[in-house]
């Protein structure tokens, strides 16, 4: 089963807008992730953020934890065309040694 | 500087066949992984190599094996193909296994398998 979830599935705005993505988790966690996947590529690591933070920055990313809620939130400012991929969270899975567990990701179309 | 290289990266099998996926990577990472995704899902883990010489299933090992040929890379393999087994393969790479890690991920393996 999927320890995050993230919400919306899909999102379409336009370039100059913020785009909000949202994860929910189930269990406790030390850390959690966000990815981007271009199409037809990998992942590529965006950012991290510790359980004892609250929110993180990188460059037009601002993270949000919110451990009481088990939730947090990827925002990315003044959106381009090129922010057009999917977006997954990840929390390390506390059964298999901390492995990563991976969302269905949210699926970002920025329109120019 | 090339990452994590994936090879092939498309392949069309029939049912019953078997293949190996090659993985490796120039980062002299200590952990490797094994993915699938399936089509608007997120990635599940097959197996994992927390070191050279160590290998751990993840959530869905069922019908593949993984051998760490050395630090630098980490095959999966399909004895048997099946049609469910159609998917897109990553493999990704860490310094260090789980915890505070990001993982770094070759471009993928397209598998179809009739």
């Known amino acids: 089963s999927q320890q995050g979830e993230e919400d919306p599935q899909a999102l379409s705005i336009q370039e100059g807008e913020n785009a909000t993505m949202n994860c929910s988790y189930k269990t406790s966690i030390n850390n959690l992730q966000w990815y981007r996947q271009n199409s037809g590529r990998g992942l590529v690591h965006l950012i991290l953020i510790r359980s004892n933070e609250r929110e993180k920055h990188s460059g037009r990313l601002r993270v949000t934890l919110d451990t009481s809620k088990k939730s947090s939130s990827l925002l990315i400012t003044a959106s381009r065309a090129a922010d057009t991929a999917s977006y997954f969270c990840a929390t390390p899975n506390n059964n298999a040694g901390n492995m990563l567990t991976f969302g269905g990701g949210t699926r970002l179309m920025v329109k120019p | ?114």
């Open chain 2, 1 to 114: 500087n090339a990452g994590v290289t994936q090879t092939p990266k498309f392949q069309v099998l029939k049912t019953g066949q078997s293949m190996t996926l090659q993985c490796a990577q120039d980062m002299n990472h200590n952990s490797m992984y094994w993915y699938r995704q399936d089509p608007g899902m997120g990635l599940r883990l097959i197996y994992y190599s927390a070191s050279e010489g160590t290998t751990d299933k993840g959530e869905v090992p069922n019908g593949y094996n993984v051998s760490r040929l050395n630090k630098r890379e980490f095959s999966l393999r399909l004895e048997s193909a099946a049609p469910s087994q159609t998917s897109v393969y990553f493999c990704a790479s860490s310094e260090q296994a789980g915890r505070y890690q990001p993982q770094h991920f070759g471009d993928g393996t397209r598998l179809s398998i009739l």
